[in-house]
């Protein structure tokens, strides 16, 4: 059984950065892909970045490219999302998902609880 939890959400100011972590574990399993989505009230869930496991390329949302930076610790099994400059629409549920094969938006299987960031103006 794969586990992805996430942590690091919270509340912060317009302009002010958070940094989510995502802890993978789970027996035997082998992630190819990590991924960061989205899903803000009354909007359906989006991609935000994500994250090829070992190489390293990235893709980020268009609306997210300059703001927002994916990473990885595959020695922590872990993936971070430092984001920068918030602002209000970033108001959302963050979710950490992963992949055991292509890193497409629709190729992810396991996904995490979610976390919570609350932008105030």
């Known amino acids: 059984q794969v586990q992805l939890v996430e942590s690091g959400g919270g509340s912060v100011q317009a302009g002010g950065s958070l940094r989510l972590s995502c802890a993978a574990s789970?027996?035997?399993?082998?992630?190819?892909?990590m991924g960061w989505f989205r899903q803000a009230p009354g909007h359906e869930r989006e991609g935000v970045a994500r994250?090829?496991?070992?190489?390293?390329?990235?893709w980020y949302a268009d609306s997210v490219k300059v703001q927002f930076t994916i990473s990885q610790d595959n020695a922590k099994n872990r993936v971070y999302l430092q984001k920068n400059s918030m602002k209000p629409e970033d108001n959302a549920l963050y979710y950490c998902?992963?992949?055991?094969?292509?890193?497409?938006?629709?190729?992810?299987?396991?996904w995490g609880q979610g976390t919570q960031d609350t932008v105030s103006s």
């Open positions: 994250i090829v496991i070992g190489p390293g390329f990235t």
């Open positions: 789970g027996y035997g399993y082998s992630s190819k892909c």
């Open positions: 998902a992963s992949s055991s094969s292509a890193c497409e938006a629709d190729s992810f299987t396991y």
